[in-house]
RNA sequence: AGGACUAUAGCUCAGUUGGUUAGAGCGCUACCUUGACAUGGUAGAGGUCGGCAGUUCGAAUCUGCCUAGUCCUACCA
């Protein structure tokens, strides 16, 4: 073995093996434990938030496989519709300066195999570094055959089943993309916008109730009024209530409009008075539908002015009655330029009344970046709040889990007020939408023309065109559970390892994904019993990994970590090309120079997989958001390296020695039956806590014992009965055992976290533990052994470190060599103090570095000392020649006051007699307990004092 | 506006049903190349647990209010 820990030396190719060996597939044996990778872009890169939660997956499930479970991790990608596309049109306007129009979708969409070929792979690769034991052989990818033909399936019995329909409706529309998006995909953003007071002329001699012959409307997009249909106001307001049945003249286009009376306008809000255009404002919408206005789109689909608005009844069918003009001044005019050029037609007309500044939030699409445009288009729906209704029960009755479980709250409050959902989209990279019109727009749904004509007993050389559009990527991603296990056909994998166990992801995407995924789950898929499956048990929530300050990563930020750079190190150049090359915003790139030039000064050092993975475990607190710490990450590494020096000291000790394997005496020292002891409830307490999904428990446990327990002091108490000359064979072979066996059960209990490390030293010692097997990965978990907790070597050991931790005490305070062997007495022992010296005192001699060791008897002349005390035994350094007088005093006078000030804390709760007459005898007990023993210690330490004071 | 979460050492985080001398890593101070490990060892320093009230014999822990931050939902004429 290497002196120094080398992960790059060991990773690589223990995953090439376990891979190769197909360690990773389901053993077909025991109960069975599965789970899906939540599907990446299958053309992106894994990112710190897909390392945390791959970590904690992998984590799951080798700690599963080991439990002897038949355990599948299920992987695979998906397509990501609007990303891919967007990604691959820059690409092909880059490079030959087209557009995909000018490729036409099939030459298109084949571009963009060509890209997924091209980079697909990075995904994969990225995964194998970070150690994932998933099931490679099964991998799908939403937009494989088998995949294409579950989304049609899906997509058919959902319509078949009244779920999906299709309807002219008030979307979410991407003006940039030119797209519908689903209301998720819309992120709101808080600006300080503008609220206009325009002047509408009432017509007909009309006046409100103040005897003005117009009314006054605010708007935040004077741009629509083109569209205005109506203006609504309250049925009991006072002011206006002569003039509802009559109308306004419309200024800029001079048509005339209804005023009516609905609950929709507030009174106090405003003026009172609001237009209303039904195609452009979702609230307005509503009102249209509900008062039966007419809809004019004066949009196209570039957010531009039409030349001509588009009519249309409250019920979607055409209106071709409504006079739907446009000046001409203003065709094809940018949304934002047409605002300005109307407000100032108003001002120059006297119309414009006031502008008033208005904070406000606006629609933005979270791929594009632009301002969302409720759009009047035909789309595809799927009636959420039918599908919805049984999650919630599901969620409700306790069938499906949420770690934490305050999520719970979120996902009940988003279900049960949930829209329908937008499932069309008009782009060319998805699945396309099974559905086919004849001449008339009639519609039918099949998988193919052939198909549809037979479904619907159609004449054969009926002419059907198919729907343009392609389903929502979330769409396939909702079948993600039992489509990559191959439904609709039914199988044993289906059968064995549907519903999965645990859904491990992030809060962001619970209502784009999970929530979709338990609706389609629910609907498609039934016991045998015809129960509505769930798609999994628990729903383990992990926050978000943000950057050391605590901001988001982000590629415009300029402060993502890629988790391969943390593993394999990455120099500053390297870093910053990786930062400020390729980006959308080039203007940033001076910032994030300098700060990454100052963060990262000298790049990033290589830390291994096991060292990113065991600090992303100890960070998994559930459902907290992480701030990233390189350092803590260098301390984890630094903990494999301490881990690998363990080991070598046990090979170095054991290798060619007889380690019990084959039988013989076997004596163990108190050491030996103490790490024994310890290890039994690690095993509890790690078991439990992987179990309870509280994997920084785990970690933490894990590495308070390893390196504070079994190298600390351990190692350290083996060395006396190794080398010593005079052990018997027997105590040397117990403890080269022990030292040995225990090392193999470390392996095993962190071998989920760190895999790789856990592997190496496993295959270098599994001969010396006397156990067998190919590969640390298929071994069984550890599982404690009650008999072995040994209470009193515990306390034994607890004594000895007593011992040894007051002579270091006494030399790091008195800054004595710790090249200096000292002597020492033991004064005021007990017969078990005694008992305990005369067993140890060979550890005791080594660990506290000791010359002599002197028992004193009652009545004993001590010489002059500094003191340290273990219960109430002294141990005793004689200061003669060593220690200085002030400096011993100055060590008292400091114990003297902590004792204090704790004896002052506890007599007062003691003294307090609703203390005493209410808590509970045992805490009362205890208290006393503690001031007893801090008073009589205290004592020691004044008399002390005063002893060498008089020197 | 409603809701959720967070606030503990200089930094990143633990703290299970109220009773601990409030812990860990990193950083800091002093000493130490002792035959696994300087990616190390030994010994230390450092916290009135965001603030104010309350419940209780007892609160980092339970309740209320306040402050700051993060997020979600809604509204915006």
């Known amino acids: 073995m290497d002196k120094t820990y080398q992960p790059a030396a060991i990773e690589t190719s223990w995953y090439k093996t376990w891979e190769d060996n197909n360690y990773f597939a389901p053993s077909g044996e025991g109960e069975a434990y599965s789970m899906v990778i939540p599907p990446p872009n299958v053309t992106g890169s894994l990112h710190m938030g897909h390392a945390f939660q791959h970590t904690i997956m992998d984590t799951l499930v080798r700690y599963q496989r080991m439990q002897g479970k038949n355990t599948l991790w299920q992987v695979g990608t998906d397509h990501a519709g609007i990303a891919t596309q967007m990604i691959v049109e820059r690409k092909l306007a880059n490079e030959s300066g087209q557009t995909r129009h000018d490729l036409g979708r099939e030459a298109f969409t084949d571009k963009i195999w060509e890209w997924k070929e091209e980079s697909g792979g990075n995904i994969t690769r990225q995964m194998r570094r970070l150690g994932n034991s998933v099931d490679w052989q099964n991998e799908r990818f939403t937009m494989d055959p088998e995949f294409q033909q579950s989304v049609e399936q899906a997509f058919i019995s959902l319509y078949d089943d009244g779920l999906i329909y299709r309807g002219k409706r008030l979307v979410n529309w991407d003006p940039k993309l030119h797209t519908a998006i689903s209301d998720l995909e819309v992120e709101s953003k808080e600006v300080k916008g503008k609220l206009w007071y325009l002047r509408y002329p009432l017509v007909d001699g009309a006046t409100t109730a103040a005897g003005d012959d117009y009314i006054v409307v605010a708007t935040t997009r004077p741009e629509t009024m083109f569209g205005d249909t109506a203006i609504v106001v309250n049925p009991e307001d006072p002011r206006f209530q002569s003039i509802v049945g009559k109308e306004v003249l419309l200024p800029l286009v001079g048509r005339r409009i209804p005023i009516i009376a609905d609950e929709h306008a507030d009174m106090e809000k405003g003026t009172g008075c609001v237009k209303i255009t039904p195609a452009h404002d979702f609230n307005d919408y509503e009102v249209g539908k509900r008062c039966q206005l007419p809809m004019i789109n004066v949009l196209t689909f570039n957010a531009e002015i039409r030349e001509q608005g588009q009519g249309f009844n409250s019920d979607g069918t055409v209106n071709t009655e409504i006079n739907c003009h446009i000046p001409s001044q203003y065709h094809n005019m940018e949304r934002f330029a047409a605002r300005r050029a109307i407000v100032a037609e108003f001002e120059s007309m006297g119309l414009l009344v006031k502008v008033e500044e208005n904070n406000m939030t606006i629609p933005y699409g979270d791929r594009g970046g632009v301002v969302i445009e409720p759009m009047l288009t035909d789309q595809w729906f799927a009636d959420a709040k039918t599908l919805a209704k049984p999650t919630i029960e599901a969620v409700e009755n306790g069938d499906i889990n949420f770690v934490p479980k305050q999520y719970e709250n979120m996902f009940f409050s988003w279900m049960r007020d949930i829209q329908d959902w937008c499932i069309s989209r008009q782009l060319w990279w998805g699945h396309r939408i099974p559905a086919f019109y004849d001449i008339q727009g009639k519609v039918y749904v099949a998988p193919t023309a052939e198909e549809a004509r037979i479904k619907y007993n159609l004449s054969a050389d009926l002419e059907l065109t198919q729907d343009n559009d392609v389903l929502d990527t979330w769409f396939s991603s909702g079948l993600w559970s039992f489509a990559t296990m191959g439904w609709p056909k039914q199988s044993d994998r289906l059968e064995t390892f549907h519903p999965t166990d645990t859904l491990v992801t992030g809060f962001d995407i619970i209502f784009f994904w999970?929530?979709?995924?338990?609706?389609?789950?629910?609907?498609?898929?039934?016991?045998?019993?015809?129960?509505?499956?769930?798609?999994f048990k628990t729903i383990y929530m992990t926050g978000l990994v943000r950057d050391e300050s605590g901001e988001k990563m982000s590629k415009t930020k300029g402060n993502v970590l890629d988790p391969l750079d943390m593993i394999d190190g990455i120099s500053l150049e390297d870093l910053l090309e990786k930062r400020t090359g390729n980006m959308m915003q080039p203007q940033m790139a001076a910032k994030i120079r300098k700060r990454t030039e100052k963060e990262y000064a000298d790049g990033i050092p290589a830390h291994g997989t096991d060292a990113l993975r065991f600090t992303l475990a100890a960070l998994a607190s559930t459902g907290r958001d992480i701030n990233w710490d390189m350092k803590r990450l260098e301390g984890y590494r630094n903990f494999c390296n301490k881990i690998w020096n363990a080991a070598r000291y046990v090979e170095m000790n054991a290798q060619g020695e007889d380690c019990g394997q084959n039988g013989g005496d076997i004596e163990l020292s108190l050491a030996d039956r103490w790490i024994v002891s310890k290890l039994q409830q690690i095993e509890i307490d790690v078991t439990r806590n992987i179990e309870e999904y509280r994997l920084d428990l785990a970690a933490q446990t894990l590495y308070d014992f390893i390196w504070n327990e079994y190298c600390g002091w351990y190692l350290e108490l083996s060395k006396p009965v190794l080398w010593n000359e005079e052990a018997s064979d027997a105590q040397k072979r117990g403890t080269r055992q022990t030292l040995v066996r225990v090392l193999e059960v470390i392996m095993r209990l962190t071998h989920p976290i760190m895999p790789f490390l856990t592997e190496e030293i496993w295959q270098s010692i599994k001969q010396l533990a006397g156990v067998s097997g190919d590969s640390i990965m298929l071994q069984s978990y550890p599982k404690a052994d009650h008999s072995k907790i040994d209470t009193a070597a515990e306390a034994d050991i607890e004594w000895l470190k007593g011992v040894i931790t007051g002579v270091r005490n006494i030399r790091g305070e008195m800054g004595i060599s710790p090249a200096k062997e000292l002597s020492i007495l033991i004064n005021n022992g007990s017969a078990s103090d005694q008992q305990r010296l005369q067993d140890n005192r060979n550890f005791l001699m080594k660990l506290a570095s000791?010359?002599?060791?002197?028992?004193?008897?009652?009545?004993?002349?001590?010489?002059?000392?500094?003191?340290?005390?273990?219960?109430?035994?002294?141990?005793?350094?004689?200061?003669?020649?060593?220690?200085?007088?002030?400096?011993?005093?100055?060590?008292?006078?400091?114990?003297?006051?902590?004792?204090?000030?704790?004896?002052?804390?506890?007599?007062?709760?003691?003294?307090?007699?609703?203390?005493?007459?209410?808590?509970?005898?045992?805490?009362?007990?205890?208290e006393r307990d503690k001031i007893a023993q801090f008073k009589a210690a205290q004592l020691k330490f004044i008399e002390q004092h005063e002893k060498i004071a008089a020197l």
């Open 850 to 926: 000791l010359e002599q060791i002197t028992w004193l008897n009652p009545g004993d002349e001590a010489p002059m000392s500094a003191t340290q005390l273990v219960g109430k035994m002294e141990v005793l350094v004689p200061m003669a020649g060593l220690i200085d007088k002030d400096a011993e005093l100055a060590r008292l006078s400091k114990e003297i006051e902590k004792l204090n000030k704790e004896v002052g804390r506890i007599e007062g709760k003691l003294n307090n007699q609703k203390f005493v007459a209410n808590a509970p005898e045992a805490v009362v007990a205890k």
């Open 514 to 535: 999970v929530a979709r995924m338990m609706m389609m789950s629910m609907h498609l898929c039934k016991d045998k019993d015809n129960k509505p499956q769930i798609p």
